[in-house]
């Protein structure tokens, strides 16, 4: 892993990364506090289609996270950020080229998480990461490559997903991954998405095979999830790392 970037902004710390697996390059984010004294237990952020690892929600939950006492990691998704080579970081480009891929790569799930896997290993071999139980943040293209890591990684004990449904190229994976997870999840739902329409969404929320889930419904559209749901959806995978962190401890 090598880390080719370290700012500072108001005690939060980002280092930007990129990661070799298999060949592929993985640009990556990690925030930490500035002013921690201690490891900090880590949580994954996956972000949506047409955005990257520094979008400005990502930067938000990952200020959050901190504040908390957590790191967080972000990287780009496929044909997103710092994995084009054309300089487009957000926009319909990205989005129209990932939906492509999603309909004609079978092995994009599967490098998504190989990459996820490998950029985590190295981190909590990282003095400031604590090595234990971890959490996920990621919604709409968060949720296409993220619910499957979720389902297969066991080191993740709270997951945050949701705007996608039982729906698309990879709907029966994401079914059979569903019925997989055994964590805590809070499911984000937008009642008027109108790229995941609320009746597959609750289909997907249906088909998750933890007893101890949460469905999480705001008015309005696709990219309208309001600033109160991205801080409760944060704030539940505090609760749930720092109940888990606690458990282990007694």
């Not at 090598?2 to 990661?19: I, K, N, Q």
């Not at 996956?46 to 959050?64: C, D, F, T």
């Not at 996920?136 to 499957?148: E, H, Q």
């Amino acid at each position: 892993m090598d880390f080719h970037e370290d700012v500072t902004d108001r005690a939060l710390r980002t280092r930007a990364f990129t990661h070799l697996v298999d060949g592929r390059s993985v640009p990556g984010l990690l925030f930490t506090s500035a002013e921690a004294t201690k490891p900090q237990q880590l949580v994954l952020i996956g972000h949506g289609a047409s955005s990257s690892k520094r979008e400005g929600y990502v930067v938000s939950l990952a200020r959050q996270f901190v504040r908390h006492g957590l790191s967080a990691c972000a990287i780009d998704g496929p044909v997103h950020g710092d994995r084009r080579v054309d300089g487009v970081e957000q926009g319909t480009l990205p989005f129209l080229e990932f939906s492509q891929l999603w309909a004609n790569d079978p092995l994009m799930t599967e490098h998504m998480i190989a990459d996820w896997r490998s950029v985590t290993d190295e981190l909590l071999a990282l003095a400031d990461i604590a090595d234990g139980p971890i959490g996920y943040w990621g919604v709409s293209m968060g949720t296409i490559l993220g619910l499957p890591l979720v389902a297969s990684e066991p080191r993740i004990r709270a997951a945050v997903l949701g705007l996608m449904g039982l729906v698309g190229p990879t709907q029966d994976r994401l079914g059979v991954d569903a019925e997989r997870l055994a964590c805590p999840v809070q499911f984000l739902v937008q009642w008027d998405d109108q790229l995941f329409h609320r009746d597959v969404a609750f289909q997907l929320f249906d088909a998750l095979g933890t007893n101890d889930k949460m469905l999480v419904a705001s008015p309005g559209g696709h990219g309208d999830v309001p600033t109160d749901a991205f801080v409760a959806s944060a704030q539940f995978l505090i609760r749930r790392l720092t109940a888990t962190i606690a458990s282990q401890a007694q």
